[in-house]
């Protein structure tokens, strides 16, 4: 495989260290010649979280945590089993990423008065502090995931996307 990119990232390199990379494990694993759909679109996930990671969570917000803080907006006062279920996340993926948040203080938790147990997310002044950032930031890196793509090749592909892994 050619060089690797500057980008420090595992999950980005040109189209062509990509492609290079797939036909070999699509030859390992398919009998049939061709792309396969599943492979290109983890790799897509993969270079959308790098970009993500860097240009809009700046190491400081996951997706996953950019979610809880989208649903804390909206939704003041939700557990982590309730984010989980919402946002389609393992109760535990859940719980380490409201864990984050608190640590960063974008989070508090406040015991829930009827069931000491549970305790209530809200979103600190902090917390929208960087929503309110990640909201002017994510436009370029939205503009910039779709560079290569007209507006209607832009408009099918999340059309096409919404139709995938429906079973």
Same mark, same amino acid.
């Given at each position: 495989?050619?060089?690797?990119?500057?980008? *420090?990232?595992?999950?980005?390199? *040109?189209?062509?260290?990509? &492609?290079?990379?797939? &036909?070999?494990?699509?030859?390992?694993?398919?009998?049939?010649?061709?792309?396969?759909?599943?492979?290109?679109?983890?790799?897509?996930?993969?270079?959308?979280?790098?970009?993500? /990671?860097?240009?809009?969570?700046?190491?400081?917000? *996951?997706? *996953?945590?950019?979610?809880?803080?989208?649903?804390?907006?909206?939704?003041?006062? $939700?557990?982590?089993?309730?984010?989980?279920?919402?946002?389609?996340?393992?109760?535990?993926?859940?719980?380490? /990423? &409201?864990?984050?948040?608190?640590?960063?203080?974008?989070?508090?938790?406040?015991?829930?008065?009827?069931?000491?147990?549970?305790?209530? $997310?809200?979103?600190?002044?902090?917390?929208?502090?960087?929503?309110?950032?990640?909201?002017?930031?994510?436009?370029?890196?939205?503009?910039?995931? &779709?560079?290569?793509?007209?507006?209607?090749?832009?408009?099918?592909?999340?059309?096409?996307?919404?139709?995938?892994?429906?079973?």
């Amino acid at each position: 495989m050619s060089a690797a990119s500057s980008d *420090t990232s595992p999950a980005t390199g *040109t189209p062509e260290e990509f &492609a290079e990379a797939y &036909a070999i494990v699509e030859a390992v694993l398919f009998d049939h010649p061709g792309p396969s759909l599943g492979l290109r679109l983890h790799g897509a996930s993969l270079r959308n979280l790098a970009r993500f /990671n860097a240009r809009v969570g700046r190491g400081d917000v *996951t997706v *996953t945590m950019l979610a809880i803080l989208c649903m804390l907006e909206r939704l003041p006062g $939700l557990s982590q089993s309730d984010l989980a279920r919402m946002i389609k996340v393992e109760r535990m993926t859940a719980g380490i /990423n &409201a864990k984050r948040c608190v640590e960063k203080g974008f989070v508090v938790r406040e015991t829930v008065p009827s069931d000491r147990r549970r305790f209530a $997310l809200h979103l600190t002044d902090v917390g929208r502090a960087e929503l309110r950032a990640i909201r002017e930031r994510l436009p370029l890196h939205e503009d910039r995931l &779709a560079q290569r793509l007209s507006a209607a090749e832009r408009g099918q592909l999340i059309a096409l996307l919404d139709k995938v892994g429906h079973d």
